[in-house]
């Protein structure tokens, strides 16, 4: 009978349709995310009330065109009106509950007032120990090989792929990723969960973020461990294809812990044409073997200089890359010539794959991310232990 027949509440159905959108920033259902407030639903016209937990960094007007199409799918619904407004503090804790995957309190639960309080009742978990993302260490035996400079137009390149890209700045006493990429504004903080700033489709976390560029970081071996887990765990990075990592020079603590927090880490080892640079950068593809990374292979940097008469000037010698990729068993990734748009790119924040595309550089790096991505993906080569040749 027709009057026995259900009908559709059409406030639930825009609920339905406007909590699949996902937030922006958080890549995450805004219904999961407990941000639809309210929906009401008069004729043809539905309004919906939406609390947004970070700040309008742009990204605000995308989310209400999303909301306003997906509440136009519901049958009858010709007009939707989003009021879209900032969360206020005491809302942000459920938010941070489901960024950090703990279930909801239950409303059933006895409080015993006299039981101890523990400042952390649940251990924080490091996403990477057993995901699905692929994980790279640029690494090099010495400073000033120009592995920041990799790292960063690396990260952009594999971003350009379609792929999702985090970057973790781990070289804690010269950070500079935040300068050479171009960031605009330090980390959000939603209640104790940090939400990375995204810049030319890779999210960065970095110490820059925490201390002035003209600040020296003085810090021993568990200071720094402590920092970089709270890097991994304390930040809601969501599901990447990639996390890079820029590692500081040398084989010292932070490489170390490193290798603890991320043991399917795959070294990225970045060196100069000079035969003694080789040398010194063939340290890090010992310290990766004594703590079981695999490396993947090496990049040379500064490879030649091109001048105006086209001609190529190997300013720093020849041949240190091929060496090491030889004495270490795995393959030249790529050679970069120096040019001075990467030089400027990094000062400027505007690194050369993005600013000068069509760049001998650029071109370099893409063809590097490419190789990483297909050739050399883990599903596409085996995982030779490494022999340190003679």
Do not use: C
């Not at 603590?253 to 290798?259: E, G, K, M, P």
């Amino acid at each position: 009978m027709a009057g026995n027949e259900s009908q559709v509440d059409p406030s639930e159905a825009v609920r339905a349709a406007v909590g699949a959108v996902q937030e922006p920033v958080l890549r995450l259902p805004i219904g999961d995310l407990g941000m639809v407030r309210g929906i009401a639903v008069d004729g043809s016209t539905a309004v919906v009330a939406i609390a947004e937990p970070l700040p309008d960094r742009g990204h605000w007007a995308r989310l209400e065109d999303a909301v306003r199409a997906a509440g136009l799918t519901v049958d009858g619904v010709e007009r939707v009106d989003v009021d879209l407004r900032q969360m206020g503090e005491g809302e942000l804790p459920e938010v941070a509950r489901v960024l950090k995957g703990e279930p909801p309190p239950n409303p059933l639960a006895v409080v015993d007032a006299n039981a101890p309080v523990h400042e952390h009742p649940r251990p924080r978990v490091n996403p990477f120990t057993n995901a699905r993302t692929r994980i790279l260490a640029i690494a090099s035996g010495k400073g000033g090989v120009g592995k920041s400079s990799v790292t960063t137009n690396l990260s952009i390149a594999l971003a350009q792929r379609g792929r999702r890209v985090a970057v973790v700045d781990a070289d804690v006493w010269g950070f500079s990723l935040p300068r050479m990429l171009g960031v605009t504004h330090p980390p959000d903080l939603i209640d104790d969960v940090l939400v990375p700033p995204e810049v030319h489709g890779v999210d960065v976390i970095s110490m820059g973020f925490f201390t002035r560029e003209d600040e020296a970081v003085v810090w021993r071996g568990p200071m720094l461990h402590k920092a970089l887990e709270q890097f991994l765990t304390d930040v809601h990075w969501g599901d990447p294809d990639y996390l890079v990592i820029d590692l500081p020079p040398g084989t010292g603590d932070v490489s170390i812990s490193i290798a603890q927090f991320l043991p399917r880490a795959e070294v990225v080892i970045v060196t100069t044409p000079q035969l003694a640079a080789q040398k010194v950068a063939q340290r890090a593809g010992v310290m990766a073997a004594k703590v079981n990374l695999d490396v993947v292979g090496v990049i040379e940097n500064m490879s030649w200089f091109r001048g105006d008469d086209g001609k190529r000037y190997e300013l720093f010698g020849a041949g240190g890359g091929g060496e090491l990729a030889r004495r270490l068993g795995v393959p030249l990734l790529g050679q970069i010539p120096l040019v001075p748009a990467l030089r400027t790119g990094g000062d400027e924040g505007v690194p050369i794959v993005v600013g000068a595309p069509d760049d001998e550089a650029s071109q370099v790096f893409r063809a590097v991310a490419a190789r990483l991505d297909t050739e050399l993906a883990p599903t596409k080569r085996s995982h030779p232990q490494l022999r340190i040749q003679s």
